[in-house]
């Protein structure tokens, strides 16, 4: 009886216990690392929804920034605005695929690794290029088909 006596005026005199401690501790040590899987998630969502792999994105997210890109090359010279837009469009393209390799380590790495930037931006640009050279080849090779968007008939 008189330990909880003891405990109980340890607790209202403002000092705290050893299990009080560990457990502030512990809460420290949780917060950084949430976050941290926060912001990869919202990175790998972000990435995932201006990447290729989203099927819908292309009218929502990726024209309208290739059109503005393309729009604010053509302020130069008009002639840029298609080019500009293409390339904008697979700049969009680029980004999404290394927003979500960026926020997937995030995400999915549990334990702390020292990241360089350089090299994760060298081997999404890579990756998303090689991607690019795949679909074109399959269009190439007439494996994907694409629509007809400016036919004369």
Do not use: H
Not at 13 to 40: C, F, H, Y
Not at 44 to 63: A, K, T
Not at 103 to 129: A, H, I, M, Y
């Amino acid at each position: 009886m008189t330990s909880i006596q003891e405990v109980t005026q340890l607790s209202v005199t403002g000092q705290t216990t050893s299990d009080e401690s560990s457990q502030t501790a512990n809460q420290v040590v949780i917060q950084p690392d949430m976050w941290k899987k926060l912001r990869g998630g919202f990175f790998l969502v972000l990435g995932y929804l201006l990447s290729p792999l989203c099927w819908w994105n292309d009218l929502l997210f990726n024209l309208p920034i290739a059109y503005g890109f393309g729009y604010m090359c053509s302020l130069f010279s008009p002639k840029l605005l298609i080019p500009c837009s293409i390339i904008g469009y697979w700049l969009s393209n680029v980004v999404g695929i290394v927003l979500m390799q960026l926020g997937s380590v995030d995400v999915f790495q549990n334990e702390p690794k020292e990241r360089n930037l350089k090299k994760e931006l060298f081997t999404g640009l890579v990756s998303s290029t090689v991607f690019t050279l795949v679909i074109i080849l399959l269009i190439q090779f007439k494996i994907l088909d694409t629509p007809v968007l400016f036919s004369n008939s």
